[in-house]
C-alpha cells in the first residue's frame, strides 16, 4: 500500500474562496482516528472521491476522485484500493466532484457510470466503468444550466440517485450560486442513439444565501439510494434533507434541516455508511486547516421520527488537511477494508486518504456499528 502522507503546515487556499479555512482546534474533544494510508499524490488539486465496488470481487473496487483545474490539466483519476493511481484522463475542463451510479441502461446495455461536473465547460461529463477492472471509458459531455449566466451556470457538486421502482437514474447538481429557493437543479438521465443524455426533472432545495460569512453555497450533495432521500450541505448553516424522487408526493416539501451547530468551518463532504436494515451514519465534514473533523448523524432518525437528525452521535478527526470532498461505502472492500471505508480529501499534499471503517467504529464511545456487526449503540 502506499504510505499516508503527513499533513504538512499551510493550506493550498481553493482560489475561489476568499475565506481563509480555520485551523483546526488544539483542544478540540474531537476522536482521533488513523489513516490506513494515503493514495498516490496527484500533480494538481484534488477534491471529490468516489468508491466503485466491483460486482464479484470487492478488492478490485477503485476510487475515482476529480483534479480541480482547468484543461489540459484537469482529470478525472483511478485509484485502486492500493492506493496506487492507476488512470488518468485529462483534459476535463475543471472537474469538480463526482460519483458513481450502477445499472444504467445505455440502448440494449447496463452499465454502471461515473459522472463528474466539468464546471468551466458547464456540462456532466460521464464515464462508462469498465466491470471488470474499474476503469473509465469517456462517452463525453452533456450540457446543462443552460438557461443561467456567470456562476449560476457552473455545475459544483454533484450526486447520483436510481430509483427502486424502474430503475430510473437522475443526476442533481449544484451550481456555483444559486438563489434561497430552488438551488438544485435535477436532471433524468437516459439514452439515445448510444449516447446518454440528460432531461431536467425539476429545481429544488433552500439555501441560507448571504450571512455574516463573506461567501456561502452549497456544493457537497449525497444520495441515499435505498432510502430515497438527498442531502446536501448549505455551507454556512447545516445539513438538508429532501426526498430524491421528483415524482414523490411530498417532494416540495424539505423534511429535515440539521447540524447547524458545532462546526467552526465550511460544512463540506456528506457521505452516509448505510446498513441493510435502514439504519446507518451520516457524515458530514468541517473543513479545518491540517486536521479536518467528521460530525456524525443517525442515518435512521430518532425513535418516531425519521426526519430528526439533529443528535450527533460523535465527532472524530483524521489529520485530513482541509477536506472538501467525502466518500463512505459500507461493504466489505477485501481482506484490507472488511468493513467499509471513508475516503476523504486531503488538500496539501493532495491525495485522498483511506480510513478502516472498523477502526472509525471501534474509536467512537459507545462503538458505532458496522456491517454485519452489531455493537452496543446509546
Known sequence: MVAAAGCRPGTRVDEDSKTKVPAARPLSSAVEIKAAYGTAPLPDDPDDPAIWIHPTDPAKSVIIGTMKVAAPAGAVVVHGLDGHLRQTIAGIDRPNNVDVEYGFRL??????????????ARQLRIFRIDRTDGRLQDLGGIPILRSEQGEAGAPMGIALYRRERDGAVFAIVAPKTGPRDGYLWQYRLT??????????????????????????????????????????????????????????????????HFGRRGFRGDREGIAIYALKDGTGYLVCTDQLEGDSEYHVYPREGAAGNPHDHSREITVFRGRADATDGLEISSAALGPALPSGAMVAMNSKPMNFLVFRWEEIAAAAKPPLRRNGVAVARN
Do not use: C, M
Open 191 to 256: 439514452a439515445a442513439a448510444g449516447r446518454p443524455t440528460a432531461t431536467f426533472v425539476r429545481r429544488f432545495g433552500r439555501f441560507s444565501g448571504s450571512t455574516v460569512r463573506e461567501e456561502n453555497e452549497i456544493e457537497a450533495v449525497a444520495v441515499d439510494d435505498a432510502l430515497g432521500y438527498v442531502y446536501y450541505a448549505d455551507e454556512a448553516d447545516g445539513i438538508h434533507k429532501w426526498h430524491a424522487d421528483p415524482d414523490h408526493p411530498d417532494a416540495a416539501r424539505e423534511l429535515a
Open 107 to 120: 440502448g440494449a446495455e447496463t452499465i454502471d457510470i461515473a459522472v463528474a461536473t466539468e464546471r468551466l
